[in-house]
Structures are given as C-alpha cells and as structure tokens.
C-alpha cells in the first residue's frame, strides 16, 4: 500500500541504513514529493570489513555497530517518529554469522530490520534518483563499502529492472582490478548500452565531488547536481590517490579506503567511459521513500513539486506563486523549454525573501536559493535561479563575475528579463493573488500590452519606471494600459 505523503498528511519517517562501512540514522519529515531531514548522522562502524577475507561480521565491528543501535533507536524513540524502518545490506545479507548479528539488533531496536537483496539495493538506488533528478536517463552506479550496484534508466523514469545488478566489489574487499574487472564482465548487458551519463551513488563518490569542489573558484558547496567529466573526475583520484586520500574534502574516516574505491572506480570508468558524471545525494534511502508515494507524486517534477513545497512554508499570500506563473506564462514562450521551468519555479518563490530586513532581501535571496535543498537542477541552473530572485528584489543583476560564471552571457540576458518582470508584477499586485488576477495581457505586433486598473497604478511612477526597466531587458515591447 502506499502511503499519503502530500502536506496535509504529514509525518516523520526515520530510516536505519546498516551499511557495510558505516550505519545512519536519518529522520525525514515528510510533507510532500521530497524528504527533508530533521536529522542525520552516521557511525562508521566497517561492520563488512573483514566479510570479503572470512565470510563473517567481525566481532569488534558489530560491537561498534550495537553502540550505535542503541544509540539511534534512543533517538528515533525520543523524537517519536510516526514509523521506523531499518535495512540492512551487502555485509548483513552476505556473512555467514548475520542472524546473530540481527537477533541482537533487532532486540536494541524493537523493530524488524529488512534485509534487502543485491537487486531491491540496486532498484532502490534507482529510485533515488528519479526521485531527486527531473527526467534521468543513464546508468545509475551506487558504490558502497560491500557492493557495487548498477542499474539503466530510461526515460520516462523507466528502470530496467531486468539489468538491475549487484557486485561484491565494495571497496571493503580488497579486490584486484583485474578481480573487479571480472566482476563486470559477468553482467553481459553491460556491453550492450553506452551511457553518456552516469549518475553515481555513495559517500565515496560525494566525497570525490567534495574534494573537487573545494578546489573550485567559484564553487557551490552543494554535491547534488553536480558533474563533471570523465577527464576531470580521473584527474581528482589522481590527487587524492597520490595523497593517500589525505586532501580535503575527503572526511578522515573514509581515507584509509579511497584508495580501493578509487581502484574500483578506475575499472568502470574503462568499462563505460561515460561523457557526464553526475553527483547525487539521493540513494537507497530517498529511493525507498520515493517507492511510498502515490503515482501523482512520485512522477511530478521534483523541482517544481519543492519549489511548491518551499512557498507554502514562506510565502505571505496562499496561491501567490501559481497565479503568478499562470499570468507570467504569455511573456516568456520566447524562452527554450528549460528556462520556462526554471521561470515557473521562480515564480514559487519569488516571496523567499520577505521576511528579512528590505536592505538585505536582494542578497539573502540570492543566499537561499544557493543553499535551497531542493533537487532538480544542476549547479548552473541554481545559479540562475538565484540571479533571477535577486533581480526580482534588486531590479539588476548581481555583480559578482564569479558567481555569473556559471551561466553563459545570453543566459544571464535571460535571467535579467525574467527578474525584471517578476519585479513589475510584484510592484503593483503587493503579491496578492486576487489583485493579479485583475491583470489581463493582450499580445501586440511589438509585444505585450498589460491592462492594469488605474487604482493599482496608483498616482505616482513607479510602476511605470518598472515597465520602462523591463523593456530594457526584454526582447520584446511591454506597455501599460
């Protein structure tokens, strides 16, 4: 059964992931199309360290892991969440001493803990990514401490559940690279597709795209959405690999093991040699979230469903933002498919900013939008997105070269247009969706004429000089009526 998710049935749902490196607890409050943690920590346990060489949970290992447990279910008891779900693994499903391991963890927890097969993780993990990634489509490759899992999606968020693959080759098990080599060529569909994305999965890859990011100016100190090339990405694990994983961004608990997982990575990386590498913080966790939604949610756009989740908690007017697309939608046809979207979620959240200080509302909603944890959109079109908000407060574009590196110059022309605009609409209507509606746009041979009542021009000119700034900008001639 699935389960309603949408606002008005809200709930907390936290998740115990028993990994072979490490075990997390993450609590998600759940109001809508995406999770949004509440909490989120992890313990490094390398419960599956010593699985790949003897067959069996070491014992030191599952003593680190029960601390954990204990722990974590402490939390999820005192925080009352309406549902504990625990999962375990490679490592668990793998050793011969698992059942003892789980008698004991499922006595600290008082719940069930499910432990999924090498095809449900990959499934899972495909999930996840169609649930923070508008349309995917490519190879999904999740590389954790006990298993490689490897999965296509198509479009549609079509998952090839007949490919849907595990590999014991996690960097845990210290394999060769012809041994992983091996490994790969047992999935004969692999020789079969080409992927030109490859959507990548695990705390390994999150901290390579970390370690990279760092080494950026300018840089968003966001991992989700971003990419890079298959040179750039051999070019990282060659610093981190000569530095014995000692670089930073790479957390100190993970260094002993990047040189396997980069070992690893090397030999998929010439089994596929895929053009985009694209970074993800959604996995198996958010994947089996995403496998409880209801259908009309779970194929919704994700940015669009979290730019609609985001107005409702700030903005001052119900309704405001999707008066305000509608309304907006004649003036922007000149703009590719792409950028329509982007427009429609910044008309979501065009109010982000309206309960800070007037002087600072520009600059503050720049901020926002940069660290805004909705997914969706790569790193450029985020900063496009938070060029637009700033204009929409500002009324220019912000100045910093920097920042404007991300998006190209006809792009940021784009921008610009789109910020103007949803400054003049938000000058006459105060952001009131009634006074919108009253708003009617007649296309012309120039442009567009806007009939707005006299009484909300009001006696002065300020309306008008928000007219005269956006004809500026725009492509077109807009005029008042």
């Known amino acids: 059964m699935k389960h309603d998710m949408s606002p008005e049935h809200s709930s907390t749902i936290g998740l115990i992931d028993i990994g072979s490196n490490s075990i997390r607890l993450v609590i998600y409050r759940s109001e809508g199309r995406l999770p949004h943690p509440q909490f989120n920590e992890r313990d490094v346990c390398r419960l599956g360290e010593e699985v790949g ?209 980069i070992r690893v990575i090397r030999v998929l990386m010439d089994k596929l040699s895929p053009s985009e590498i694209v970074f993800s913080a959604f996995g198996v966790r958010e994947g089996i979230l995403f496998d409880r939604l209801d259908l009309n949610l779970r194929y919704g756009d994700p940015l669009m469903e979290g730019a609609k989740e985001y107005a409702m908690m700030t903005t001052r007017f119900p309704h405001q933002g999707k008066v305000l697309a509608r309304k907006i939608m004649p003036l922007i046809a000149h703009l590719r498919p792409s950028y329509q979207r982007l427009t429609m979620a910044c008309c979501y959240l065009c109010d982000l900013a309206w309960l800070e200080h007037p002087d600072h509302r520009s600059r503050l909603a720049l901020e926002k939008m940069l660290g805004l944890s909705v997914v969706g959109i790569s790193h450029a079109e985020r900063v496009w997105m938070a060029a637009v908000l700033y204009t929409r407060y500002e009324g220019y574009m912000p100045k910093k070269k920097d920042f404007l590196a991300f998006i190209p110059k006809e792009d940021r022309k784009h921008a610009k247009s789109i910020g103007v605009l949803l400054r003049l609409f938000m000058t006459f209507s105060g952001g009131i969706p009634k006074v919108l509606e009253h708003v009617e746009i007649e296309e012309t041979k120039k442009g567009f004429t806007l009939h707005i009542d006299d009484d909300l021009i009001g006696s002065g000119d300020l309306v008008k000089r928000r007219v005269a700034n956006a004809n500026r900008s725009l492509p077109y001639k807009l005029t008042l009526s």
């Open 53 to 261: 060489r003897t067959g069996y949970l070491g014992a030191a290992q599952m003593q680190l892991a029960f601390k954990s447990l204990h722990r974590f279910a402490e939390i999820a008891r005192s925080s009352q969440v309406d549902a504990l779900e625990v999962f375990a693994t490679e490592a668990v499903r793998r050793a011969h001493n698992s059942s003892d391991f789980i008698d004991k963890a499922e006595a600290i927890l008082e719940t069930h803990i499910r432990v999924i097969s090498g095809h449900e993780e990959a499934m899972m993990s495909a999930l996840g990514i169609c649930s923070g990634f508008h349309d995917p489509v490519g190879l999904v490759a999740d590389l954790g401490g006990g298993s490689l899992e490897l999965v296509p999606v198509e479009t549609g968020k079509m998952i090839r559940k007949d490919m849907a693959s595990s590999l014991p080759c996690g960097y845990l098990n210290k394999y060769s690279s012809n041994e992983i080599s091996g490994y790969l060529d047992t999935l004969s569909w692999l020789e079969t597709i080409n992927p030109q994305r490859l959507y990548v999965v695990g705390g390994v890859w999150r901290a390579i795209a970390t370690a990279y990011i760092y080494k950026r100016k300018p840089r968003i100190d966001i991992v989700h959405g971003f990419s890079m090339s298959l040179d750039q990405l051999h070019q990282i694990m060659d610093k981190i690999d000569a530095r014995g994983g000692d670089i930073h961004g790479i957390p100190n608990a993970r260094r002993p093991s990047m040189s396997q997982a």
